[in-house]
């Protein structure tokens, strides 16, 4: 079974930006892998264990500079790694319908039986990759996925919580699972960079892909009218209610 776990790469969230003439300023702040992604890698790696035939493809879109995380990702124990790489990167073009976009060619170009994606983002929660991608691939999917439980050749078992009720199910492959498993405790040792050195990293140019960007979302900053606000002190109940319905 071929398996695709998206990875972001985002701003530390823990690390508090610098507020530059009220805009957000990102230059001192280190790049990492999204959390929730580390932690959908861990998952999947921990569940190959059991099924060691499975193959595990991390699919990652982003600039240059952000190739030297790779190998950290590599040392998890996945099998490869789909680095997209962006020219002239833009945040504003590439959000979640044009990623969700790429990743349909990737998945059919490469043949994949199961993508695993976060259910949010850790930078700025749009949560909807998952969903649009199951949707240009028509496939199933299942959300709020929290454990991998067991496989066969074409159907998966997956619990998911939801309003602290675990529920399972039976997934047909192939699917999308949107997931948000318990943050690992696993560390990369030098052993496991050492072991990624032969492992592969196949790179795309995101420019050859010819994609046409027509993202639906859009940002407006609104600013309110700068006017005098009249108010009224009321001393109890009564005038309160007057006011009101008067």
Do not use: F, H, W
């Given at each position: 079974m071929k398996v695709g776990v998206t990875a972001k790469i985002i701003y530390d969230p823990e690390i508090e930006?610098?507020?530059?003439?009220?805009?957000?300023?990102?230059?001192?702040?280190?790049?990492?892998?999204d959390p929730?992604?580390?932690?959908?890698?861990?998952?999947i790696v921990k569940f190959k264990e059991t099924?060691?035939?499975m193959i595990i493809t991390v699919i990652c879109l982003s600039k240059e500079s952000d190739s030297n995380l790779l190998k950290h990702i590599l040392g998890m124990g996945v099998d490869e790694i789909m680095f997209i790489k962006t020219i002239n990167y833009d945040d504003s073009i590439i959000d979640g319908l044009t990623r969700a976009k790429v990743l349909k060619r990737l998945i059919v170009t490469e043949k994949?039986?199961?993508?695993?994606?976060?259910?949010?983002?850790?930078?700025?929660n749009s949560g909807f990759v998952g969903p649009a991608l199951a949707t240009f691939l028509g496939w199933c999917?299942?959300?709020y996925v929290c454990e991998l439980v067991d496989k066969s050749v074409d159907q998966l078992?997956?619990?998911?919580?939801?309003?602290?009720?675990?529920?399972t199910f039976v997934a047909k492959l192939p699917c999308v699972l949107v997931c948000e498993f318990d943050k690992s405790e696993r560390c990369v040792s030098m052993f496991d960079l050492i072991r990624a050195k032969n492992?592969?990293?196949?790179?795309k140019f995101m420019n050859k892909l010819n994609l046409i960007y027509n993202s639906c979302v859009s940002v407006v900053n609104y600013v309110g009218?700068?006017?005098?606000?009249?108010?009224?002190a009321l001393n109890d109940v009564n005038s309160l209610m007057t006011t009101l319905f008067s």
């Open positions: 930006p610098v507020l530059n003439n009220g805009i957000l300023c990102y230059e001192k702040s280190k790049r990492v892998i929730i992604d580390e932690a959908n890698i861990a998952a099924y060691p035939s994949y039986d199961l993508v695993i994606t976060g259910k949010s983002s850790s930078d700025n999917q299942l959300y078992i997956v619990r998911c919580k939801l309003r602290n009720r675990i529920m492992k592969k990293i196949k790179v009218p700068n006017k005098v606000r009249k108010k009224k």
